[in-house]
């Protein structure tokens, strides 16, 4: 089945600085969601970016396709932005089910 | 009002006992999820539901059995609960023919 890598599995920042966060997958996949996990286990979507690129406020993502990879650009970093990031991926004949990457974990500092 | 719940929201159980996990949607969405995530790990699927007729295994589901009533309602059951099954267990839909998946709250269970 598909493999999905994280990196880097821990990043500790100071607020205000910027980050990138990868996600690396094995095969070829027609869905690519963020979420980001708070504190609290609650998911949220930030972006469904099978392709191309895509921005919302401090947060944007870039899917590369064809090389098998997607970035997630966190600017100007603030202690709310804090949890565990997931990439997730899927394919139409495969029921649409996900499968998650392990996760990055941030941490922003004061 | 969330689009997605999940109840309850925590639960604690001893070995042995059956238990029930239910989640509704407000989306109108005809594909149902259910997933689990165990600490410091991504979520794995369990059960997943195209339609009230169209009941799957994912890739973890031995220990579990799901009930889909409705377009709406989509139950996951543990029929023997063994503390291995202490996890947090999501719930999520999507529409057919568009794969963003929506989550649920969560689900804190602990098996004792």
């Known amino acids: 089945g598909i493999q999905v890598e994280q990196s880097p599995p821990d990043l500790i920042l100071q607020e205000g600085a910027n980050s990138t966060l990868r996600c690396n997958f094995s095969?070829?996949?027609?869905?690519l969601q963020w979420f980001h996990q708070n504190p609290w286990g609650q998911l949220i979507n930030l972006f469904y970016?099978?392709?191309g690129t895509k921005q919302n406020g401090r947060l944007s993502a870039t899917t590369v396709a064809t090389e098998r990879y997607s970035l997630l650009y966190i600017s100007s970093s603030q202690t709310t932005d804090s949890g565990v990031y997931f990439c997730?991926?899927?394919?139409?004949?495969?029921?649409?089910?996900?499968?998650f990457g392990q996760g990055t974990e941030l941490s922003v500092k004061p | 009002d969330a689009d997605v719940t999940q109840t309850p929201r925590n639960r604690i159980t001893k070995t042995g006992k059956r238990i029930m996990l239910e989640c509704s949607q407000t989306?109108?969405?005809?594909?149902m999820y259910w997933y689990r995530q165990d600490p410091g790990l991504g979520l794995r699927l369990i059960y997943y539901?195209?339609?009230?007729?169209?009941?799957n295994k994912g890739e973890i589901s031995d220990g579990y059995s799901v009930s889909r009533q409705a377009q709406a309602k989509f139950s996951l059951s543990l029929e023997s609960a063994i503390p291995n099954q202490t996890a947090l267990y999501f719930c999520?839909?999507?529409?057919?023919?568009?794969?963003?998946?929506?989550f649920g709250p969560g689900t804190r269970l602990l098996v004792l």
């Open positions: 999520a839909t999507s529409l057919a023919g568009a794969e963003t998946q929506y």
């Open positions: 095969d070829s996949v027609n869905n």
């Open positions: 970016i099978p392709s």
């Open positions: 997730a991926v899927g394919i139409y004949n495969q029921g649409g089910k996900l499968i």
């Open positions: 989306k109108g969405h005809d594909r």
């Open positions: 539901s195209f339609d009230v007729k169209d009941i």
